[in-house]
């Protein structure tokens, strides 16, 4: 009789072993024939070594397919033991990765599947357009996939923090107190496509870096994955400050929304004569989003309509 001890290398332990450890129930009856003892992320085999060695390579298939598509039913597990993986899901081309839920994070309009494309072909790509397009959403998938592919060792997301209405200064707590409300949006969309712990191991190891846009000087960023959220709240110096931090083997992407403008003059954001200045330079790509592209309720293009029809009044009436 044959020992061996299989380690489980997962960044969710509770998926791989089911609800109520459905999915090793299965394992376990598909394996009559090996005593199987589980401990975390352990798992003892006794029996004979061919027996055992069909175990193991069963238990990679399954790991392979917990961590492309972050979900595994017994549906799925009785497919992958039985050798029938020919009816499970088929990674779709325009598919980027799938959420901690199983879902398929991919382009769902054409402005989205064109900033994918440009992405691509290009180092530096601007977003552009109004909330609920998917810009910064679209951007942070792009970022995990190619950290997760080895084409860069770390990401680094960052955003003006600029006071929508409230004084930066006044709100309580420490540093991090103060700034933490203006980078939440990010941290909810990294931990809808990476696991908690490990989205807190990334953190602590600095694999991936959340920071004002402030912080960014002095840095040269190469080997990353950059992104600025936010940017039409930037002034023409931190703009620029922050495209010249772009080192070797680095990909950047700009995001934001020039009809929501929190600094003091709306003519000082840097992100209006940003567009200008780079619009026809090589290697640098503009993907101009518009209302047809929210992906949110459908009440929020109406009331993006509304507004830039009361705008477009006030305007005319000037």
Known sequence: MT?????????????FYGIREENLTEIIKFFPKLKIVARGEIIKTFGEEDEITTFENKIQKILKYLKTYNTITTTEIKAILGGHEEILKIEEEDVILYNTSGKAIKARTKNQKKMIEEFNKNDLLFALGPAGTGKTYIAIALGIKALKEMKVQKIILSRPAVEAGENLGFLPGDVRDKLDPYLQPLYDALLDMIPFKKLEKYLEEKVIQIAPLAFMRGRTLSNAFVILDEAQNS??????????????????IVTGDLSQIDLPKKSSSGLFQTRNILYDIKNISFIEFNKHDIIRHHIVTQIVDAYEKSEKEFQDNK
């Open 3 to 15: 020992e061996k001890s299989i380690l489980i290398q997962t960044d969710d332990l509770q998926k």
């Open 235 to 252: 002034t023409y110096s931190q703009l620029k400050m922050f495209l010249t931090r772009m080192g070797e083997n680095s990909k950047f």
